[in-house]
């Protein structure tokens, strides 16, 4: 198994910064693809950017050129960085992993608990 824990999230000022924070714990895995989703009240949960294990890098459009999500894989964490929020980012944000159980050779989805950005306007 694997654990997926989040921080970084909080109350922004609108044109402000936050940088989340992924932070992956478990033996006997391999995690590949990572991802950072974000789901609003009333919304869908959305993909807002994803990265492989060899740093190939995805966003939604919506937050092309404001967000920039990294990986130490040393370090099994995942960052988000972001810039120039608007109130329309407030949602909870989640963190996502692709792992390979490396006894089993069986893949599976791990998510963490999610934290929440506030963007006020």
């Known amino acids: 198994q694997v654990r997926l824990v989040e921080s970084g999230g909080g109350l922004v000022q609108a044109g402000g910064s936050l940088r989340l924070s992924c932070a992956a714990s478990g033996s006997r895995i391999h995690i590949n693809t990572m991802g950072w989703y974000r789901q609003a009240p009333g919304n869908q949960r959305e993909l807002v950017a994803s990265?492989?294990?060899?740093?190939?890098?995805n966003y939604a459009d919506s937050v092309k050129g404001r967000f920039t999500i990294s990986r130490d894989n040393s370090k099994s964490t995942m960052y988000l960085q972001m810039n120039s929020l608007r109130p329309e980012d407030t949602a909870v944000y989640s963190c996502n992993a692709e792992v390979m159980d490396l006894m089993t050779s069986r893949p599976f989805t791990s998510w963490g608990q999610g934290t929440q950005v506030t963007v006020a306007s």
């Open positions: 990265i492989t294990t060899a740093g190939n890098t």
